[in-house]
C-alpha cells in the first residue's frame, strides 16, 4: 500500500514523496538510514527523516558538485572527497582518465554498505582501482592526516546537523584548506540559499577568511527543501571560468545536466547577492 514519506524543513516547509515501498530502516552509530522506493523519484536515500539523493535527480547535484571544479583546476590527479557515500561523486571524479588517485573519507559505513545494496546505479565506481575508501571522521581527516596534496578537495556532506555540524566550521575549512595544494580547488556544497540563507552566507564568509577567491554558484536539485541549491568553490589562484577545453568536451558530452553554457550561468550572481560576493570577495551586512 502506497504511502506519503515527509520530509519536515525547520518546522516551516514540509516536502512528501509517495512511496510504495520501504526498502531499508536501520540505524547506525551515527543516524537513522532509510531506502524508499518513491513514484515521482525512484529509489530515495533518507538520513535521520532528510532526503539525501535519489535516482532521478542526483545527477544535478553530484554533477554541480564535481565538474566545475574538475574542469578548471590545473591538475587533478589527486582528489579527496569528504562524505559522498552514495558513491554518486567519486563517480563523477573517476570519470576522468587523469585522476590517478581518490580518496574518500566516509564517517558511516552503513551509509555506503546501504547505497551498494539498493542504490547500485548511482555509485557504480566502487570497484575502480583509483578508489580509497577510509571509514573515519573528517573533520579529524583533514585536521591530522599526514598525506601529500590534494588538487581537488570535495566536501559532500549533508545539513549541518548531526555528524556533519563539524563540516560547517572554520576549523575544518581550515583543515581542507592545509591539504590543498597551492594551485587546487575546494569546492562543496553550501545549501539553499533560500530557506537556509544565514548558513549559506555563513559559509561564505567562513571561506573568504581562508582563501582568495570565493563564488558561489547555483542549480536545481528537486529534492531538496525549495529545490534551489548551492555550491561554492574557492581557490587562490584558479579561474573559475576558465576551463581546460579536453576535459570540458569530454565532460559534457557523457553528463545529463552539466555543460559549457551551465558552468559559466550557475556562476552568475542574482542581484540581492551581487553586493555581497564581489571579485571572490564576500561582503555581509545583513543576512
Not at 570519470?95 to 548511482?122: A, C, G, N
Not at 581557490?235 to 555543460?259: A, G, P, W
Request: proline fraction near 5%.
Amino acid at each position: 500500500m502506497a504511502f506519503w514519506y515527509n520530509e519536515i524543513f525547520n518546522q516551516q516547509s514540509r516536502f512528501g514523496l509517495k512511496s510504495t515501498a520501504k526498502l531499508f530502516e536501520g540505524n547506525s552509530e551515527f543516524q537513522k538510514i532509510e531506502v524508499l522506493d518513491t513514484i515521482a523519484f525512484g529509489r530515495v536515500l533518507a538520513i535521520d527523516e532528510i532526503f539525501m539523493t535519489s535516482e532521478k535527480d542526483e545527477h544535478f547535484y553530484h554533477e554541480m558538485l564535481v565538474h566545475p571544479a574538475l574542469t578548471t583546476a590545473p591538475r587533478i590527479d589527486r582528489v579527496l572527497v569528504i562524505g559522498g557515500g552514495d558513491g554518486g561523486t567519486v563517480r563523477e571524479v573517476l570519470s576522468y582518465p587523469e585522476v590517478q588517485q581518490v580518496t574518500m573519507v566516509e564517517i558511516d559505513p552503513l551509509v555506503v554498505e546501504v547505497s551498494q545494496r539498493f542504490l547500485p546505479t548511482i555509485g557504480t565506481a566502487w570497484e575502480d582501482p583509483r578508489l580509497q575508501v577510509l571509514y573515519q571522521n573528517g573533520v579529524d581527516y583533514v585536521r591530522d592526516a599526514a598525506v601529500e596534496p590534494f588538487d581537488i578537495v570535495l566536501l559532500d556532506g549533508s545539513d549541518p546537523v548531526g555528524p556533519s555540524t563539524g563540516l560547517f566550521t572554520e576549523a575544518f575549512y581550515r583543515g581542507c584548506h592545509r591539504l590543498l595544494a597551492k594551485d587546487g580547488v575546494f569546492a562543496l556544497q553550501s545549501e539553499s540559499p533560500i530557506l537556509q540563507r544565514s548558513t549559506f552566507l555563513e559559509i561564505g564568509q567562513t571561506l573568504s577568511g581562508i582563501f582568495s577567491e570565493v563564488h558561489p554558484y547555483f542549480g536545481p536539485v528537486p529534492i531538496y527543501a525549495s529545490g534551489s541549491w548551492s555550491w561554492t568553490y574557492t581557490t587562490h589562484s584558479v579561474d573559475h571560468l576558465e576551463f581546460d577545453e579536453q576535459r570540458m568536451s569530454r565532460t559534457e558530452q557523457r553528463c545529463k545536466y552539466y555543460n559549457r553554457d551551465i558552468h559559466r550561468a550557475a556562476f552568475t550572481l542574482p542581484n540581492d547577492l551581487k553586493p555581497i560576493f564581489k571579485n571572490g570577495k564576500v561582503t555581509i551586512e545583513d543576512k
